[in-house]
């Protein structure tokens, strides 16, 4: 793919105050966010989030109630060959039972002018080289994803739509995707991949949007949304926890005592703790600080959205 038009230029995904409501359910809720060429943009939040819906906007297979969505600066409606600019994973089970991989591609290509050879190398890429030629009625859920992979990147797009394409797949296939990510972005496209799971997302993902209830909760990168989670705690092993308290919290820290030995601090740290500890001649046998994982801003950050959903609809992964 050295000569994929990705790289030449850019083609971001732009959308702005998106809404779609269906009956009294608002799917997407004045959404806006832009992703960018050259990374890997995380779209996560818990089932019936919206992400399906916002994607099938941006893919012009459903119309927004307000709002818009370009690519490229234009409605995808409007390229006039969209398997060459946008490769999108949605449904991987629509393919005809009966037609052989190979040939599902062919006719992919033949209808968006994509030259045949192209079908061969997107088997291969794909891990489908072997089975090309087998009907696709026959093929694992982890196989049709592939498939559907394969079929999304045949045209070389410069934007690709991934929903939860790691449904289905075992360890392997897993890991694989987090390769294929990582490389279509490397190449300089725009690729946007959604998940209900964090822990699918935070090795292979440079930017996140978390949604929940169709509103963007947050639209930053991996490490920020770490660093702003619930709050850095610091941990102090020591004999003196009434007196370590009164120090760290004289310095407008919260602090707690968590067990017979230990004080835990928040939002200072670990060597200021330190410093206020030494100063304030409080002895301490140990310091430790405990960063808030991804999967717990997550949670923090979609528990309204979570707990607003009925049933086992919106559940984060765990
Ligand atoms: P996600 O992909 O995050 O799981 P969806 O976009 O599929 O979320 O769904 C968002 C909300 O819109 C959910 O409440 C869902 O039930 C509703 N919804 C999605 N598609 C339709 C539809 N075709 N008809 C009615 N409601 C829908």
Redesign the pocket.
């Known amino acids: 793919m050295a000569e994929s038009p990705a790289r030449r230029s850019g083609v971001p995904i732009e959308v702005r105050g998106l809404r779609k409501r269906?009956?009294s359910?608002p799917?997407?809720d004045d959404l806006s966010f832009t992703v960018e060429p050259g990374k890997v943009t995380g779209f996560v939040?818990?089932?019936?989030?919206?992400?399906?819906?916002?994607m099938r906007i941006i893919l012009g297979l459903d119309a927004p109630d307000a709002g818009t969505a370009l690519v490229g600066g234009r409605p995808y409606r409007t390229l006039e060959r969209p398997l060459r600019t946008v490769g999108a994973l949605l449904d991987a089970s629509a393919v005809h039972p009966g037609r052989s991989a190979r040939n599902h591609l062919r006719w992919l290509a033949h209808s968006n002018a994509i030259p045949r050879r192209r079908v061969d190398e997107v088997l291969d890429l794909a891990g489908l080289a072997s089975v090309g030629r087998r009907a696709v009625g026959g093929f694992s859920l982890g196989m049709r994803q592939r498939l559907g992979i394969a079929a999304a990147l045949l045209g070389d797009p410069a934007v690709v739509i991934f929903?939860e394409p790691v449904n289905g797949l075992d360890l392997e296939g897993i890991q694989w995707i987090r390769g294929l990510l990582r490389s279509l972005a490397g190449d300089g496209r725009a690729v946007l991949v959604?998940s209900?799971l964090m822990s699918e997302l935070q090795d292979s993902a440079d930017h996140l949007l978390v949604?929940g209830r169709?509103r963007l909760l947050a639209d930053t990168s991996v490490r920020d949304l770490v660093a702003t989670a619930s709050g850095d705690r610091v941990a102090v092993r020591t004999g003196m926890r009434v007196e370590a308290m009164t120090t760290l919290a004289g310095a407008g820290a919260p602090t707690a005592i968590t067990d017979d030995e230990t004080v835990t601090v928040s939002g200072l740290p670990v060597e200021r703790v330190v410093d206020l500890l030494t100063r304030g001649g409080v002895s301490f046998t140990g310091v430790s600080a405990h960063r808030a994982t991804l999967e717990e801003a997550y949670m923090e950050l979609t528990r309204d959205a979570v707990e607003f959903s009925s049933g086992d609809?919106g559940r984060p992964g765990r």
């Open positions: 269906y009956r359910t799917a997407v939040g818990p089932n019936g989030a919206g992400k399906s819906t916002t929903d959604s209900h949604i169709g609809d």
